[in-house]
């Protein structure tokens, strides 16, 4: 290949403007990777402390034995902060009030809250890989855009139209093109896995407070069920 139509020396000798959105697409494409391996291995670390915890759980353990055992709150993470926050609102709410409806209710606010500050953590910059799935391709193409009139301009301007006058344009062109395509592309897979992932862990955690609040339900009303003679 000729030295003038390689990548580094288009690239390097490709327009200021053309430069730029290769510049934008590479950022963009190195963030995105880093944010994959990033949310990956904070969705490994997720199931495996559900896994945990809920064998922890299911065990037979006492509850009030289980909610010592759990760290403090911001170390707590899945379902684990969901019970934690539940049983929490629980214990404080039981010596308040004898209403067992006002007590379900606030376990059950505590473990929404603390449901949704586990929807944040587990979304937390998924919303950029979108962004760069998204818009990759459209820098792309304006870099495209502008290496093609770049080519029309050369031609213009050429005493002789041959593909030599052109080529240089029309191959940065595609260069762009291409880096916007590779930027996109990994961005659209791994925010697909990501947010499906997310939301399978999100439902295993709602299933739980629902399987919890009955739980407690069902104590509740062992304790105010009268006594038979």
Same mark, same amino acid.
């Given at each position: 290949?000729?030295? +003038?139509?390689?990548? @580094?020396?288009?690239?390097?000798? $490709? +327009? ?28 490994? &670390? ?20 289980? /909610?010592?055992?759990? @760290? ?5 993470? =899945? ?6 926050? =539940? ?7 039981? @010596? ?5 409806? $006002? ?5 059950? &606010? ?27 391709? #459209? ?7 502008? =290496? ?27 260069? $762009?093109?291409?880096? =916007?395509?590779?930027?996109?592309? @990994?961005?659209?897979?791994? #925010?697909? &896995? ?10 295993? /955690?709602?299933?739980? $407070? ?20």
């Amino acid at each position: 290949m000729n030295d +003038s139509m390689s990548i @580094p020396h288009l690239i390097m000798n $490709a +327009s200021t403007v053309v430069q730029l959105v290769m510049l934008l697409l590479t950022v963009g494409s190195i963030l995105s990777w880093v944010v994959i391996f990033q949310r990956t291995f904070v969705m490994r &670390r997720a199931r495996r402390s559900h896994q945990v915890f809920e064998e922890r759980f299911w065990s037979g353990v006492d509850l009030n034995e289980l /909610y010592r055992e759990t @760290p403090a709150e911001q170390e707590t993470q =899945g379902a684990e902060h969901v019970f934690r926050a =539940g049983f929490r609102e629980f214990n404080r709410l039981l @010596p308040k009030t004898r209403s067992p409806q $006002a007590i379900l209710d606030g376990v059950q &606010r505590s473990m929404r809250v603390a449901w949704s500050r586990e929807e944040e953590r587990l979304n937390l910059h998924l919303v950029f890989l979108a962004t760069v799935a998204s818009a990759s391709p #459209y820098i792309g193409l304006f870099g495209t855009v502008w =290496g093609i009139m770049g080519s029309f301009q050369s031609l213009s301007m050429a005493q002789q139209a041959t593909l030599a006058t052109v080529a240089p344009w029309i191959a940065e062109a595609l260069i $762009a093109t291409a880096m =916007g395509l590779f930027a996109a592309i @990994p961005a659209v897979i791994f #925010y697909n &896995r990501l947010s499906s992932e997310s939301g399978r862990l999100l439902g295993k /955690y709602e299933d739980f $407070a629902e399987e919890f609040h009955s739980i407690l339900h069902r104590n509740l009303q062992g304790r105010t069920e009268p006594a038979t003679a």
